[in-house]
């Protein structure tokens, strides 16, 4: 799945060489998929940790630590599966869970992403405001960073 998407969206922007890589994450505070007939259609996981930019301009928003933030991240869904409530789902679990462990739930996208976007938006998330990511080769990417909603999930 994770192939497919990254073929289809783009994403991630920077290719790992193998996908699994990208979704596994030895300090990931939990990870959620979703299924349909013994196939996996979708991801989501929770972190504490994402860039510096990311995190500093959450940070300032809430007023709150970094240590009190809870980081959504790798959510993807395949193309077939999109538009039934999957990506809605695995947002919901992912901040649900960060809620429930007393972090605060954000998370950044890609400014670009606008399907992603939209998606959050509709759930109640706020954008703060946007970073560029620098990568080690010179390459950068403009990220959009969201507060979640604290409390009830959409």
């Not at 998606?119 to 403009?142: A, K, N, P």
């Amino acid at each position: 799945m994770a192939a497919i998407i990254r073929d289809h969206d783009g994403y991630p922007t920077r290719r790992p060489l193998d996908p699994r890589e990208f979704l596994t994450s030895p300090d990931a505070l939990g990870a959620w998929v979703a299924e349909r007939d013994g196939v996996v259609v979708g991801h989501v996981a929770l972190h504490q940790h994402s860039t510096p930019e990311v995190l500093a301009m959450a940070s300032q928003a809430l007023i709150l630590p970094v240590d009190q933030l809870g980081v959504v991240a790798r959510l993807l869904v395949s193309p077939d599966a999109r538009r039934e409530k999957i990506g809605r789902t695995l947002l919901n679990a992912a901040s649900s869970e960060a809620i429930g462990r007393g972090l605060w739930p954000i998370l950044d996208v890609v400014t670009t992403f606008e399907a992603a976007v939209h998606l959050y938006e509709s759930c109640g998330w706020v954008r703060v405001g946007q970073v560029t990511f620098r990568f080690h080769d010179g390459g950068s990417v403009e990220e959009f960073v969201y507060l979640g909603p604290q409390g009830e999930t959409s």
